[in-house]
């Protein structure tokens, strides 16, 4: 079955840090570039991350240099290190496969909010 639980989410003022965590089914994990997602209140879900089967990496502008997505095959998951986080930041973070449609099944996201 689909599965896709984010958490880690919290509360941070601006200059911390979290990592997120994303449990996807193991079919979806295994055969997909994976992504993370958010989606501010008032405004569109933007992409931000993704992570290819082999290791390749790229980041939306708004977050190069502060986030890192990894992924952990024995465990089915896609991490996400945010540092540096800045208030721009807070939003609902989700992951899904690269560039997933709004059709699809989507999670419950995890709630990040950075504070000045």
């Known amino acids: ?12 003022q601006a200059g911390g840090s979290l990592r ?5 089914s193991g079919r979806i994990f295994q055969t997909s570039i994976m992504g ?3 989606q501010a209140p008032g405004n569109r879900r933007e992409q931000i991350a993704r992570i290819t089967l082999r ?3 790229d980041y939306a ?4 240099g502060r986030f890192t997505i990894s992924r952990d095959y024995a465990k089915n998951l896609v991490w996400l290190q945010m540092n540096n986080l800045k208030p721009d ?14 059709r699809m099944y989507w999670g419950n996201g995890t709630q990040v909010t950075v504070s000045l």
Request: proline share 0%.
């Open 1 to 12: 079955q689909e599965r896709l639980v984010e958490s880690g989410g919290g509360s941070v």
């Open 20 to 24: 997120l965590s994303c449990a996807a």
């Open 36 to 38: 993370w997602y958010r």
């Open 55 to 57: 290791g390749t990496t």
């Open 61 to 64: 502008d708004s977050v190069k």
């Open 89 to 102: 930041d807070t939003a609902v973070y989700y992951c899904n496969i690269d560039r997933a449609s709004s």
